[in-house]
């Protein structure tokens, strides 16, 4: 896109992206070495126009001459609104004029520099980040060492100034140079500070102080860069270390793992029509597995002892009957969930049987072989056929038949002649045919 080789190139050390006087567009914020020069410029800007980059803003620190500023940062970092730029400037392990904070200034078109912290003793300081550790509305500031003592520090705004919250020193390590991340290193949901000093330090909130949550050890010489970041994708951090050129030169990437011997939780939802805890109608099943560690590999059922299938989708059922269902879950560790079984039962419609006899006229016998009672149910007997004088319909209505329930229902008659004998109750009917003499009907199957 562009080459920038103008005021401020001296020996570039790092860059950083980020809208430092909150205009509503992204600069690219340079850190440079000016005591590798000709230029006064430890920080600068440049903004992009059209078609090529222009250097907007510039900083050179107090006491700073014979110093570079090896890393940048940007975030608001005192709460008002605004973006600071976060910055170290050092000689490389002989003099620090310290860490400073530049809030930028539309009024005089520049930045006013404040001090962060300058009181470092022996030692100086290098790379540098910013995340919101004990989460307390103010983000800290992280720095670590580069000459002295291999050191890191916390520095969190306090309303008027910065303070010192946290500093911890490794005696026998490397410097930590660029090895400075803040951020979800182990996927807690809380930002972490790590930085290496050969061994890599995670410093993290427990609620009431900070503390070493972990120490990683595979480094074995300086480390020049700290990220953290999903590399591959699978929706977690990963943390990424890289030694020196002049070392190993080994890079290494770090996922924070929890052991998975919880199996998943498999859920089962029923839903349909019910009447007294009988479905009266189609049921629809959906099975939702959860699992808080590896995650859900799949989920299987089985219906009323047929194979087992890989659930998908919900799915119908759709048969009367009583109906098991028997299913589970795996995850991504292979823990199996114990099998659950869920039972229902499905009625779309009640289960009456009828029975004709004869007899001083005719009776319909009726049973509920349903597991619902029934109510207000209309019936009717007819007789075709023959000679009927008397009886030959005859209909009304059942209030209420409980289940396992008989009733007899009669029609009386006065005849001559074969006849046929129809009866429905609700949606049930049957037939026979019998012989009507006189008041009697006879014969009948």
Known sequence: LDCYDGDGVDFLYDVYACDYNDDGHMEVIVSNAPNMGTSPWHVYALRWEVDHFVAEAFWSCPNGASCECPMVWGGDVDNDQKTEIIADVSNDG???????????????????AVPVWTDYDDATVYGIGIADIDEDGTPEIGVG?????PSGWLFEWDGDSYEMVWHGEYPGGEPVIESVALGDADNDGHAEFVFGTQQVHIIAWNGESYYEEATLTDPQSMLAGMNICDFDSDGLNELKAC??????????????????VIPPVTTCTLSGEMQEEIFVSNVSVSLTATDEGTGVLYTKYKLDGND???????????????????????????????????MFTIQHHPLLMLTITGGKGVSVIIENKGLLPVNKIPWHINLSGGIILKGSAKNGIIPQLLPGQ???????????????????VGEASTSAHGFVLLIFVVGVQ
Do not use: C, M
């Open 308 to 342: 087992w299938v890989t659930y998908t989708e919900s799915f119908l059922v759709t048969e009367d009957g009583n109906h098991t269902l028997v299913f589970y879950s795996v995850d991504r560790n292979g823990n199996t969930e114990e099998q659950q079984i869920r």
């Open 406 to 424: 008989q009733k007899t229902l009669t029609s009386s008659v006065i005849g001559f002649g074969k006849t046929l004998i129809t009866a429905s």
């Open 94 to 112: 002989s003099f620090t004029p310290g860490t400073w904070a530049l809030n930028w200034n539309p009024e005089i078109d520049d930045w006013d």
């Open 145 to 149: 060492s580069y000459g002295g003592t």
């Open 243 to 260: 030694e020196i050129i002049s070392g190993s030169g080994t890079e290494f990437i770090w996922e924070y793992y929890i052991p998975d």
